[in-house]
């Protein structure tokens, strides 16, 4: 048998790290407190100390060698505790950077989501207030641009350091055909798709505590059999949005091309399943946040409480890259055939 | 986590695709169709001729739990009759665990040859959700046992071989305590089969049983331990053998009509297709969860709740949009001229009411998956 659905004994290390280095030093009062822009810098050198930045890079350039799977595990773990740092987007630009300061975490690397506009702009890109590189697509290139982080950018629902940056001005180096950008994108599917597997498993955490401590009626409100039920729906969204995402990494980290039979079920591209994890996990955390604030019942709604802080993650940390219903019209014709329209 | 399958389960699901191939033709499936019989002999007598009944069976088999897996998801993604086959395998395993050596002996082969069909009677037309309350009774004079009562729902006693049947054997007791489960051969004397027809053609039964005399080799897992026993079916169930990729023979039928007529094109349809093959691989990648936890020597009872509960809606949801994206064309029902995906589409959205119901409904799952999974109370 070589189907092994359990975490490897370095990937349980490095959750067990990762987990406990986040609720030391970034428990929500952090998040907090780097509202409006999400961003940390404080928190962005201890985990420049623990190898971080560097970790999915090469040991030639002095990166830590770690699998797509690997970083998975990290990315859940800072959807957990909403780490108001960009190592998502930095470690997936790093799939085709490997600038020393970059692998050291001293320079901050992300991508743009989409291509630059006519102007040669990248428009909302995460991380963008703070990364002092940029990867991205403009017109037929993969470009990459080094330029000063405007270190501020427009405020929004959540917190996320979006910032436009242009693709033209800096010191730019193109680094291939546009094509060369999809294991880029991918690579930042997946890994966003984890954190939102920790966002999701975390407001689940809340509303199941909160449900428990709440009293009305003379009991717990947990032990109503509607609030039971809305809340026994989130583990499957959690534990299949885990179990996809990491197919996804899995796919990706292979050498054969994958495949796309449908008809049987046999999918083990890696595109279509980062493209699947990335749709299924946004809905999951949409749906476990805002459950999870529902039983909160008023508090859910007070800025007081942190579920407030996981919903507008949940939604902000996806949509970045669009509409739900454009990554699934893409989905469709990768497995059934593009349509003309 | 390694999601490739071996070399050696590789050659097993090809050797299992053909087999299909060459057993589940279109006449077949048009026979369960008919009949509401959803089982096929020469399909069940081919793998069991080849020793796949035997290797699959739970606990009993060399093959490991990713093989039965493999099986019944193949069986189900080819829309292949194979809940009589399901039945008899999940309950060889639970002789296998539970029986003594003589019932092995005597009840095994007949399964695993691919010959003879178990049917469950636990469910009773007062108690379903509560089957723990049921009321056929079994008493014990010298050597025998006199069992009399009735059971509802029993799927397949117009074809089994064997019963496998829970009684209150113990009044006095708590309604968990006080139960025995046995086994014994349909064609005992003073069981009846009436049949009981459903809205998604499948035939069920009622069953009853008048002054059915057995012995004690017909005890399964010891007197007054029924529920254990039960306990141990349902996690068979709830786990890899089937229900979960449900919705796969309708999206073949349902695209290929799409693209014929060409409404394929239309952004809803595609976003629904694309969420429907998301669903499909969620879905699969949790049985094979459970087939792993199996494996390795776990017990996916609470596992196959959340697949269970997950798989199920995704199909009725699956079913309820294809239709209404055929329109009036989705009315139409088999070998009626324009009938959307061969009629399949009217089909599933008839048939797939039934599975937020049966082995245990979806509310029953979620109270499971809130007491054992998220920790909370017993509910009010
Ligand atoms: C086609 C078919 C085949 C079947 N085959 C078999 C078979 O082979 N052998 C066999 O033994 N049985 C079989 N069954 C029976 C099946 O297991 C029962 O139908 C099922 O367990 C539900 O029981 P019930 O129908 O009595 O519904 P009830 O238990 O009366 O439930 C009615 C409704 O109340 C809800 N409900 C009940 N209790 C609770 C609770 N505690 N909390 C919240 N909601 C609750 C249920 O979810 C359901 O929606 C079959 C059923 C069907 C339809």
Redesign the pocket.
Known sequence: MTVDLGLTSDQEAIAELFDGFFSNESPTTIARAAEPFGFDADLWSKVIELGAPGMGSAAEVGGGEASLSDLVVVAEAVGRSIAPIPLIEHLAALAVLDDADLVAGSAIATLALRPADADGLWRLVPAGVVADVVVGVDGDDLVVVRSAPPMSGPRNHASAPLADRSARTGDRTVLGPASAFQPVIDRWKVLTSAALVGIAEAAQKLGVDYVMEREQFGVPVGSF?AVQHGLADLPVLIDGGRLLTHKAAWALGRDESGILDWRSNDITDGTALAAMAFVFTSDGAAVATDRSLHYHGGYGFAEEYDIQLYYRRARGWSLVLGDPTDECLALSDRLYGPVEN | MDFSLSDDVLAYRSKIRSIVAETVTPDVIERMHTTGTFDAPELNRALGTQGFLERATPGLGVGDPIELWVLFNELEKAGAPYDGLAVALMIAGVVNLLGTDEQKERILPSIISGEALV?????EADY????ASIKTRAVKDGDEWTINGS?M???MAHEARWLILLTRTDVDLPKHKGLTMFILPMDTPGITVDPVH?LGT?R?NATYYDNVRVGDEAVLGGVNNGWRTMVSVLAFERGVMGGSNAAIPLLRHFHDWAQEVGIFEQPITRERMARAAIDMQVASLLTQRSAWIAASGGSPGLEGSMTKVFAAEAYQRISRWTQETAGPLGLLQFHEAGAAGEGFVEYDARHSP?VT????????NR?NIAERHLGLPKSR
């Not at chain 2, 379903?128 to 089957?131: E, F, K, L, T």
């Open positions: 059999q | 049917c469950m009677g636990y469910s379903g959700s509560d089957v059971k729902w029993t799927t459903t499948e069920t039934v119901i049966y082995g245990g409904t979806t509310e029953i109270n």
